[in-house]
């Protein structure tokens, strides 16, 4: 049998990932993140520290200025802050592991993604927690390599998590296709999936990639005007970027999705 070409793979995923409603509540959950992280950019005199706006935007001396500032509040300040987006983000992750696994079942034609979310959930959350000790693991290299003076380590580290990134969607893919829940089978199989297709997948991986740099190339142009004329503004901007980035991501799973379901016969 003919197997699809990779641009019918890539219709075919488009098509799936098209069901916006399947995965519209992660984006709610990535709203709640973004609002959480901003908050203080409304309203500089949030927890009475004047830093704390400078804080949630990144500035790099934000640390030592809120504790210069207000030494007996800062550490209640900071705790705060970070206990809040810490929550929200591990709520994200779990919402990601649970609609991942609903929505794949979904495609692979189950009728419910509660039921399927619910029945992967567990399996992907270790999952989730093997790649992030996988993507430590390269990074500490990397700061070894550029430790050592090599010039390339930043691109080796880009690269590595990257490919964390492909062994995750292939191995949550796989998961579903062949009904395994062992997340370390998963991740061997996914490893053995990708070397053996590594040229289509690496394909679809830096269409990927491509997309996603436009996005964010797009917000670091655009978000510091539109701060500047309103807090608000920026919240809009940033959203739309987020959902483009989410839609992506889910993109990204689709399109692993179909290549699992083309090769799944020899």
């Known amino acids: 049998m003919k197997r699809p070409s990779l641009t019918a793979i890539v219709a075919a995923a488009w098509r799936d990932v098209s069901y916006v409603r399947l995965w519209l509540p992660l984006y709610g959950l990535s709203l709640l993140l973004a609002v959480v992280q901003t908050w203080p950019l409304f309203d500089n005199r949030a927890l009475h520290n004047p830093y704390l706006g400078e804080l949630a935007s990144g500035g790099s001396e934000a ?3 809120a504790a210069l500032s207000n030494p007996q509040g800062a550490s209640i300040t ?9 929550a929200v983000t591990a709520l994200f992750a779990g919402a990601y592991n649970f609609v991942s696994g609903g ?12 039921r399927g979310g619910a029945r992967y959930f567990l399996s992907f959350v270790v999952l989730g927690l093997l790649l992030i000790l996988l993507g430590t693991l390269g990074l500490a290299g990397s700061g070894m390599l550029l430790a050592a003076g090599f010039g390339g380590a930043g691109i080796a580290a880009f690269v590595w998590m990257q490919s964390v990134n492909v062994i995750g969607e292939y191995a949550r893919a796989l998961a579903i296709d062949r009904r395994r829940r062992n997340p370390f089978a998963i991740s061997a199989q996914s490893i053995g999936f990708v070397a053996r297709r590594f040229v289509p997948v690496a394909l679809l991986a830096v269409l990927g990639v491509m997309a996603q740099a436009a996005l964010l190339a797009a917000l670091a142009f655009i978000n510091p005007a ?24 889910m993109l990204r799973l689709a399109l692993a999705a179909q290549m699992v379901r083309a090769h799944a016969a020899p």
Not at 104 to 114: D, K, R
Not at 227 to 248: E, H, N, R, Y
Request: net charge positive; aromatic share 14%; glycine share 4%.
């Open 78 to 86: 900071a705790f705060l802050y970070l206990a809040a987006m810490i």
């Open 226 to 249: 539109v701060t500047a004329l309103s807090p608000w503004l920026a919240l809009v901007v940033q959203q739309i970027i987020v959902f483009g980035l989410l839609w992506i991501k």
């Open 63 to 65: 640390w030592l200025m």
């Open 103 to 114: 929505v794949l079942s979904v495609w692979a034609g189950a009728p419910s993604l509660a």
